[in-house]
């Protein structure tokens, strides 16, 4: 077997830690594990961390956290440019130092100045992209709109594949290009997978029925919605709780509408599995995903789920029968479920065998990497 030098690059703003943000290590974590050499390029504090907790070489890159270019800041488009250009400097020297075979971008801020050092120097390029894209390749055919996702669009000639996580994203990406692009070429689908790993999920039958969360603490992430889906149906059966796992800008927002609520806040936990399972249901009232990692533990760890009908969710949750899928921004429907599964024990078994069936058959991450991911490091598309 040829031993691969692949360089991971993922950058996001502080605040931003989820699934995005995990997906390098447990790919470094697969890739150290049947002898390759991964290293990590980020930025980020708290994936740097990550990444020396689970013992992977890391690297504490360059990230410029201006992100918004759109509007009136257009007029900085060289601006980026020149940073552009600096930045490639730097991925250059970085690359060639650590010899790499191939070079995968994982954010947006990267795809640009990461593709262009990774092919100087002779790497495979391959980009996954975390739900970025949709927003960035808009109107590429405004010639006067959008300077930065058309860098974008020229810079991804340079990649050898882009992969998407999931179908529901490839359509939103593949609807802004245009139809003769020749990007169309380079997507493919690989979801993001977990390890099956312990705990499993094991509830406590002498404390009160468990709702749980485990996300960022953001108003995109549901959270009011399912915090006055709980007040609801605490009303009526007191012997409940729920514990929101993660933290974020608008923690303080929440902790007060959950006055006088048995709800805990864990804040972050860079291992939250051992909590999730502890719990009776699993909660992702998210109003847009690309596709959910937490999702797929929650399915690892057999546990009954309710997701709103949003991007990704559906390719893992499949409504009423590896869980219930209710409309975003819906607390009254989102209470509905929440009592249709605190009332129902055989309905809570049933979905919960079979999302982990689900889990089984097509998010086993270690599988994905062996079958989807080096063969794309090797050969690309």
């Known amino acids: ?78 601006l980026y440019i020149l940073w552009q250009l600096l930045l490639t400097l730097y991925y250059i020297i970085q690359f060639h130092r650590y010899k790499a075979d191939v070079v995968h971008l994982q954010s947006k801020d990267d795809f640009i100045a990461g593709s262009i050092a990774g092919k100087l120097i002779g790497a495979h390029v391959i980009w996954t992209d975390h739900a970025d894209l949709k927003h960035v ?9 959008n300077p930065t996702g058309k860098l974008v669009a020229w810079a991804a000639r340079f990649a050898d594949a882009i992969t998407l996580v999931s179908q529901s994203e490839c359509r939103l990406v593949s609807d802004n290009l245009p139809s003769t692009s020749p990007i169309h070429r380079k997507l493919t689908v690989i979801y993001n997978g977990v390890n099956d790993q312990k705990p499993t999920h094991t509830p406590i039958k002498s404390r009160p029925f468990t709702f749980c969360i485990a996300g960022r603490l953001v108003v995109d992430k549901g959270v009011s919605e399912a ?31 959950t006055k006088g609520l048995p709800v805990t806040f864990r804040g972050h936990q860079t291992d939250p599995l051992p909590e999730v399972a502890t719990a009776d249901v699993y909660l992702h009232p998210t109003y847009h995903e690309g596709f959910s990692v937490s999702l797929v533990e929650a399915s690892m760890l057999q546990l009954p789920i ?5 991007g990704g969710n559906p390719e893992i949750i499949h409504h009423n029968k590896t869980g219930l899928l209710v409309p975003a ?6 209470h509905r479920a929440m009592e249709q599964l605190y009332s129902n024990p055989k309905l809570r078994v049933r979905l919960a065998a079979a999302a982990r069936r689900q889990y089984l058959a097509s998010f086993v991450f270690h599988i994905i990497v062996k079958t989807q991911f080096i063969p794309l490091y090797e050969n690309g598309l």
């Open 227 to 257: 915090i006055a889906a709980f007040k609801r149906l605490h009303a009526t059966h007191h012997d409940t709780r729920l514990i929101l796992i993660g933290d974020g800008p608008d923690r303080s927002r929440f902790e007060k509408q």
């Open 137 to 145: 390749w808009k109107q590429l055919g405004v010639w006067y709109k």
């Open 329 to 334: 921004k819906d607390s009254t429907a989102l």
């Open 1 to 78: 077997m040829n031993r691969l030098r692949v360089v991971i690059v993922r950058n996001a703003a502080p605040h931003d830690f989820g699934g995005g943000e995990r997906f390098p290590v447990f790919l470094g974590q697969e890739l150290q594990k049947i002898g390759h050499l991964p290293v990590i390029f980020s930025h980020h504090t708290a994936l740097c961390d990550y990444a020396k907790h689970e013992r992977l070489t890391y690297h504490r890159s360059w990230w410029w956290s201006r992100q918004n270019w759109s509007g009136r800041r257009v007029v900085l488009t060289p």
């Open 306 to 310: 309710v997701a709103t009908d949003v």
